[in-house]
């Protein structure tokens, strides 16, 4: 390590201090961009430090910015001598002034939605927007790992991660309850529940090991950084990422299961950060493996530096002390220029009116809320009811989005299932009488048998939402009219073969045409267009 980082720092802090007036300037200028991002670094904001353990290392929601600031700073720390060895050399202006803007946009916008992760990619080109400025290209490819490193502090978007996480729930549960069989432990898996004589086990969101995919990641970055490697090797190491946190988040599980004192939340902690470090073992095997590999078969990539590069343009310091001034002075400026959007405290509609008001002669029982199923799920309004219909119990679930949600989505695939521990025996894509598609399932958990009919009115489809979720649309001016609503009505299937389903499905006829009163006040004919 040529020089070592803190050479390079002390060299930074002697030239700030031989350059006058403009090198306090840049220190101040340095001090505003760290004003500016100051809302990235959330630690102790949302939660105590007593759990925010689980929730940085296990809850697949939770990106824990300031976690992965802190990383990306080391990196950039152990990476920033290489600065020494490069030219110095500025991009032209009509390169770096679209990266400005960029920067800039990104940081209004961000404040603007109230989607503090959105400042990470004005961040990203904040860093590159400084480089390029002092080493061109060359500067930004130098330091590229803590930068693509930062991506880690944008979350999934809500609705793809929830399809995500909802089949690892169900994998990690046949995986743990195939474990059990191989020790010789009955159980018996259904759904997301893993059912055994003494106890009921639910694969819950922070069981699923997303998060644990997520945080080997991180480590692997790190691990690749420290060990220095690249291309071909580092690409097969994060690879490697996926199988290794699922088979032994599935181990977690099973130590969970067997463990009488896991529900002692430093006991689930440890045993959660046993299973990390296992992972880093497992990786620091496979990184071995490649080693030896490679040096038989040779896929790692050239250096970083690209010796004897010469500058394409020459140095400004004028223009490089231009753009960190441009910067610093209206990303800080934006708290006091920006408004932020409010979201509208009416409701289109209140689903408890309207139910009462057209099914108030019906008796009805109300349905517990299973709030560790639901998970991220979020709603704004939901009505979750039994009706007795001519003696036979119909569970009509109806939910409405909460569009001004960060961090949780509607669009969920446990909005089709009764609730936990239910298996889907089959699924069909149907067309109402009025046009609208909807899923008929058959469930069964247990004994117990049950037909549904599943409407989401207003989705856009996974990619759409997952876009709008990500750049937090819906905080915005182009927030939709109406909120998407889902609908779920079921029935018991009493009786066994296509009787039982023929039977059902006239029941759910029945309840559909009586209900449609309800579902027009509601659900208008144009809200597939909104």
Not at 66 to 81: D, I, N, Q, S, T
Not at 266 to 282: D, E, F, R, S
Not at 493 to 520: C, H, M, N, W, Y
Request: aromatic letters at 12%; proline letters at 6%.
């Amino acid at each position: 390590m040529p020089g070592g980082p803190l050479e390079f720092v002390r060299e930074r802090i002697k030239a700030l201090r031989s350059a006058g007036p403009r090198g306090w300037l840049s220190v101040c200028a340095a001090g505003l961009l760290v004003y500016a991002y100051a809302n990235l670094f959330t630690l102790g904001k949302r939660y105590s430090l007593a759990s925010g353990v689980e929730y940085w290392l296990f809850r697949p929601t939770d990106n824990a910015p300031a976690v992965v600031l802190v990383l990306a700073g080391w990196l950039f720390y152990r990476r920033v001598y290489r600065l020494k060895a490069l030219p110095q050399t500025t991009v032209s202006l009509a390169f770096l002034m679209p990266l400005m803007v960029a920067a800039i946009g990104f940081q209004a916008w961000a404040f603007y939605t109230r989607a503090d992760d959105l400042e990470v990619p004005s961040l990203i080109l904040v860093l590159c927007g400084i480089l390029l400025a002092r080493w061109g290209t060359s500067g930004v490819r130098a330091l590229l790992l803590p930068l693509v490193f930062l991506l880690f502090a944008i979350p999934i978007p809500a609705p793809l991660l929830l399809a995500i996480v909802f089949k690892l729930q169900i994998w990690t549960a046949e995986f743990a309850g195939w474990l059990l069989y191989i020790l010789n432990l009955p159980a018996l898996v259904s759904g997301d529940q893993i059912l055994r004589a003494t106890q009921t086990f639910q694969v819950i969101e922070g069981c699923s090991g997303m998060r644990s995919i997520i945080t080997l990641s991180m480590l692997t970055f790190l691990m690749i950084d420290l060990f220095g490697r690249r291309g071909g090797h580092a690409l097969l190491l994060l690879l490697a990422v996926v199988p290794v946190a699922f088979v032994l988040n599935g181990f977690r599980v099973l130590t969970i299961i067997l463990n009488p004192h896991s529900e002692i939340v430093a006991i689930h902690n440890l045993q959660g950060i046993a299973i990390l470090l296992a992972g880093v073992l497992a990786l620091y095997g496979v990184d071995t493996l490649l080693d030896w590999a490679g040096r038989r078969w040779a896929f790692s990539s050239v250096d970083w530096r690209a010796k004897g590069a010469l500058p394409s343009r020459p140095f400004s310091q004028s223009l490089s002390f231009f753009v960190l001034i441009g910067l610093a002075l209206p990303l800080s400026a934006i708290p006091w220029i920006v408004p932020r959007w409010e979201d509208p405290a009416e409701a289109p509609y209140v689903l408890h009116q309207i139910f009462s008001e057209e099914l108030d002669s019906r008796s009805f029982d109300r349905v517990e809320v299973e709030y560790s199923f639901r998970g991220s799920t979020r709603f704004r309004q939901t009505l979750d009811r039994t009706y007795d219909f001519d003696d036979v119990p119909v569970r009509i679930f109806v939910a409405s989005a909460d569009l001004g949600q960060r961090g949780g989505s509607h669009r969920s695939p446990i909005t089709g299932l009764p609730g936990s521990g239910w298996r889907e025996l089959s699924v069909s894509d149907e067309i109402d009488s009025e046009g609208f598609p909807f899923e008929e399932r058959l469930v069964m958990k247990g004994k117990d048998r049950v037909l549904l009919r599943h409407w989401v009115f207003g989705d856009r489809g996974l990619l759409e939402e997952s876009w709008r979720s990500l750049w937090a649309l819906d905080r915005s001016a182009f927030r939709r009219p109406r909120p998407p609503l889902i609908i779920r009505l079921e029935v018991p299937v009493t009786q066994r073969g296509e009787t039982g389903l023929d039977a059902a499905r006239a029941q759910l006829d029945f309840i559909q045409s009586e209900l449609k009163p309800v579902l027009v006040r509601m659900v208008p004919a144009k809200i597939g267009a909104d």
